[in-house]
């Protein structure tokens, strides 16, 4: 329960949210799939005829925008206006077709692994994925695959730091978050 939160309100807001997220999962986005505790602010967004699963205990802020394939894992904060976008969803190099009728080429799983928090407005192309434990930095574009619990940021997203001062502070932490 959040601080200075007290039990009738925080229950009130749980049960409300499950109604929510039931009712988009089930009546707006039904070929969304989840698994367990699933919180959707206002105006997040997912796209038709992709396949989106959602593990258990995962937060989109206001104004996410799925808008291709991914698998999300446990445990996942998305702060707001994240979006997930197709790399391949415009063919423009065919000669004699215009851009809007050109075909769309194959994008590729998205997956977003166990313990990932992804900053305000971050960019997350498909086909990539991001390892357990790592963190997105606010306003960045993830164009390849981030090594588990390292920070990336930037346009486009580079290695920042490891999230841990040592080696085996970090394997402590992802035998702890395999064992969730």
């Not at 229950?11 to 409300?16: A, D, S």
């Amino acid at each position: 329960m959040p601080n200075g939160s007290g039990k009738i309100n925080f229950t009130l807001r749980y049960l409300f949210n499950m109604s929510r997220t039931w009712f988009l999962f089930h009546f707006r986005y039904p070929w969304v799939k989840y698994d367990g505790f699933v919180r959707v602010m206002k105006g997040t967004a997912f796209a038709q005829n992709m396949d989106v699963r959602i593990g258990h205990n995962v937060q989109f802020g206001d104004y996410c925008n799925v808008a291709s394939s991914v698998h999300f894992g446990n445990n996942i904060l998305m702060a707001g206006r994240v979006s997930f976008v197709g790399r391949q969803d415009h063919t423009f190099s065919t000669p004699g077709k215009t851009i809007w009728s050109g075909e769309r080429g194959d994008n590729g799983m998205t997956i977003i692994k166990d313990d990932v928090w992804i900053g305000t407005a971050s960019i997350i192309m498909s086909g990539v994925t991001i390892g357990t434990g790592s963190i997105v930095a606010a306003g960045s574009v993830v164009t390849k695959d981030i090594p588990s619990c390292e920070i990336w940021g930037g346009v486009p997203a580079m290695k920042i730091k490891d999230r841990f001062r040592s080696n085996k502070d970090k394997e402590k932490h992802l035998s702890l978050i395999v064992g969730i």
